[in-house]
């Protein structure tokens, strides 16, 4: 089959490798449909990660249509259309169990992850096998393992530009609500508006915050999240964000900061210090109000330089931090986006054949032509 792969340096390429196989019982095998570009692949494009390979398939986020089953998946049939959450879960570990699907003692390729992290975090498609990643989604094929805890089948009326966004992008936006525990009445301030900073903005709103202000230093972006959630926009190329966002707050600051600025494109070595990677973590952490709650999302560097600890003491903030979801609210995601409540296909600012997944990337990385996400169909 063809498949984007990571080529080595900063190159990707469209290249032939072999069509997956069934390993497992609760193995499935999808053809894809639709697969889309996300953050957390910059610093392997970036050639920031030396546990990558060349030749290992990308992608994270995607959607398709089941072609075989393996003997013990229960939930899905061959024909079957299914989004697949990003991280590969067991579902019967102690932490699959209290629900924490992201944290899955079982769910990775049998390498233990991040070692420096103390523990492993659950597997996930289109990261290296050394990390304890699958082959991804950026391909005509996918195996999906543990089947029937990570995929679900998308309503018939939501369309596979809509769905693909409920595999991570979507869940990881409503987790950012969530675990501000944004409540009515709220302010809410979002830094970043990609993807994710647009519907954790989105996700907000839905549970009721008074005011939500996305921060971004893109207009492009920050116009589109102003269209479509509704909510205020500062750019702080030439706004004073902390001005401003004090002044919008009653001059006490947002009850709710959240960090979605994501993996900066720059280079440098992961996992190792990232000199410049926290100014939004620091800017919000600074900009909240006393008492409350700081929210960081997505896959980030592995060490920030400079973190206000002093700041979360003195002001007695809550510092909460999630990289996925886990698949545990897809089917209430895939339930707003049948009822129109959870709009995402704009975010697909490109289309494109799986082919030119190589410019896509390029796009992607350099924000251009107004890129939020590329989604290519193989
Ligand atoms: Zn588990």
Known sequence: MRALCWAGADAVEVRRVPDPELRNAQDMIVRVRRSTTCGADLPLLGGRVPEASAGEVLGREFLGEVVEVGPEVRRHRVADRVVVGAAVACGACWFCRQGLLACCDNGTSGVTAEPEWGQPSAGGFGRPARLGGFAGGHAEFVRVPYADVGAFAVP????????????????????????????????????????????????????????????????????????????????????DVLAELRERSGGRGPDVCVDASGMPAEPSRWPLTEADGGAALREAVHACRKGGVVVVLDARPGVVDRFPLGALTDKGLAVRAARRRGATAIPELLARMARDELVTEHLATHRMPLERGADGYALFRDRADGCVRVVFTP
């Open 156 to 239: 018939e009326s939501v369309s596979d530009d809509r769905a693909v966004f409920a595999a991570d992008a979507a869940p990881a936006g409503w987790y950012g609500a969530e675990l501000g525990e944004v409540a009515p009445g709220d302010v809410v301030a979002v830094w970043g508006a990609g993807a994710v900073g647009q519907l954790t903005a989105g996700a907000a709103v839905a549970r009721g915050a008074d005011r939500v202000i996305v921060v971004d230093d893109r207009d492009d972006r920050l116009r589109m999240v102003a269209r479509h959630a509704g909510v205020e926009a500062l750019n702080h190329r030439y706004v």
